[in-house]
T-cell receptor, first 111, second 117 residues
Framework: AQTIHQWPVAEIKAVGSPLSLGCTIK??????LYWYWQATGGTLQQLFY??????VESVVQLNLSASRPKDDQFILSTEKLLLSHSGFYLC??????????FGPGTRLTVL | AQKVTQTQTSISVMEKTTVTMDCVYE???????LFWYKQTASGEIVFLIR??????ENATEGHYSLNFQKPKSSIGLIITATQIEDSAVYFC??????????????FGQGTSLSVVP
């Protein structure tokens, strides 16, 4: 069975500080991976997707970047956080079907 | 551009009753996929059920079923015999451009369901 892990569980960061969020999936080779952002009380917005190591496509520009250094790892980062970056960040993967399965998420508070 | 709209912000129902949540979508594609997800209070997002646009039969999965009305671009989620644990936010989502591996998944605004004893 596939498992998806995100780290950290939660972060409190200052405006202007750097950020790195991680996602790892086990039990699935070469998955399609996705990053989503959810404002408090809001809907999910797809940020990035990746179908293979070293390849990442941006869906929405939010002054964030993503990388896929390994087949089972997806990283979301920025050098300078903004207040608007606060929210819930979710990683997801897609199997041969079309539905996506989500990780537990990381709650980010920017002060 | 594709768009998914859930007009019901919140619904409250009695336990063991049936509830329907509405969702309408906009797309130019002839082939697309529709999904319903549930987000629990902890933030966990769970895939519930999927409807393929080319299928006429409504999808069912346990006590979840769909009311797919293609001419109306509508995909309602029906939960029968509701339980307290069904209390959550429910999101409708659409994936168009079925032939592409990079197709975007667009979510509606969500409907908060409260099941009371």
């Amino acid at each position: 069975a596939q498992t998806i892990h995100q780290w950290p569980v939660a972060e409190i960061k200052a405006v202007g500080s750097p950020l790195s969020l991680g996602c790892t999936i086990k039990g699935k080779s070469s998955p399609n991976l996705y990053w989503y952002w959810q404002a408090t009380g809001g809907t999910l917005q797809q940020l990035f997707y990746s179908i293979t190591v070293g390849q990442v496509e941006s869906v929405v520009q939010l002054n964030l970047s993503a990388s896929r250094p390994k087949d089972d790892q997806f990283i979301l980062s920025t050098e300078k956080l903004l207040l608007s970056h606060s929210g819930f960040y979710l990683c997801a993967w897609r199997d041969w079907g079309y539905e996506q399965y989500f990780g537990p998420g990381t709650r980010l508070t920017v002060l | 551009a594709q768009k998914v709209t859930q007009t019901q912000t919140s619904i409250s129902v009695m336990e063991k009753t049936t509830v329907t949540m509405d969702c309408v979508y906009e797309t130019r594609d002839s082939s697309y996929f529709l999904f319903w997800y549930k987000q629990t209070a902890s933030g966990e997002i769970v895939f519930l059920i999927r409807q393929d646009s080319y299928k006429k039969e409504n999808a069912t999965e346990g006590h979840y079923s769909l009311n797919f009305q293609k001419p109306k671009s509508s995909i309602g989620l029906i939960i029968t015999a509701t339980q307290i644990e069904d209390s959550a936010v429910y999101f409708c989502a659409m994936r168009e451009d079925a032939s592409s591996s990079f197709s975007k998944l667009v979510f509606g605004q969500g409907t908060s369901l409260s099941v009371v004893p």
